[in-house]
């Protein structure tokens, strides 16, 4: 199947206390399903039992106070996460995020973390970072990649808001570029992959060239392949 044929996506996001997939706690995870473009969203809030930085706190606006006050049990949470995601593969979605080496890695941590096995690829994905760079862009940020189409993110890093964003997104990049349009989804998944790399090294070199380190493995869709 070419991706734009698919009808059934499932957009996936977090927020989370940082950016180190290994250490930091998933604090929302939101699903967003969209079949034949009607919308239902579910958001999962986890308390993960540690304090907030304030960096993070001030990029999403969640508070100790108020993941205490809503936050679910992460085991709890973080299976009815992962099975959400199984299921929706087996119903025939396709998986999307934005940054999906940091979703699924993060999310893989935390499985493991809680004794809840891991987070293994069972079906399809579409990251609309590495798509939006594989239609020529440099900048691929969701903030500037919906600036680009005009896409209206109406309450950036919350990470339902952001799932929103990043389906309308993706519909864009299918719109207005046929030559990852057309790609079947076997043959995306590999230019997914290589894609990704290229740019990772192409970042390493320069990271290094002005003294800065640079964490990313370069694989994906995970940081850690199995």
């Known amino acids: 199947m070419k991706l734009n044929e ?3 996506f499932l957009v996936f996001d977090t927020e989370t206390t940082g950016v180190n997939v290994k250490k ?5 995870a939101s699903l967003v399903r969209s079949e034949n ?9 986890i308390n993960p ?3 907030i930085p304030s960096g993070a ?11 205490k006050e ?22 025939g979605f396709v998986l999307v995020a934005h940054n999906m080496a940091y979703d699924a890695s993060i999310l893989d941590a935390e499985l493991r973390r809680h004794q809840l096995g891991s987070f293994d690829i069972k079906g399809p994905l579409v990251d609309t970072m590495v798509l939006f760079r594989m239609a020529g862009n440099q900048k691929a940020s969701l903030d500037a990649a919906t600036k680009k189409y005009g896409i209206i993110n109406k309450t950036a890093h919350s990470s339902e808001s952001d799932c929103m964003a990043t389906l309308e997104l993706l519909f864009k990049i299918i719109e207005h570029n046929p030559m990852v349009a057309e790609k079947n989804l076997r043959e995306l998944y590999t230019a997914q992959r290589v894609s990704h790399r290229n740019w990772a090294v192409k970042t390493r070199k320069y990271f290094e060239n002005i003294g800065k380190s640079f964490d990313s493995t370069g694989n994906w869709p995970k940081e850690e392949e199995e």
């Open 57 to 67: 706190t001030n990029i999403h606006g969640i508070t100790d106070e108020k993941i």
């Open 37 to 45: 473009k009607a919308i239902t969203s579910n958001t999962i809030w």
């Open 24 to 28: 930091d706690r998933i604090l929302t």
């Open 70 to 91: 809503v936050g679910a049990d992460p085991v709890e949470a973080l299976y009815s996460v992962k099975a959400a995601i199984y299921d929706a593969w087996e119903d």
């Open 6 to 8: 698919v009808k059934k």
């Open 49 to 51: 039992g540690v304090s």
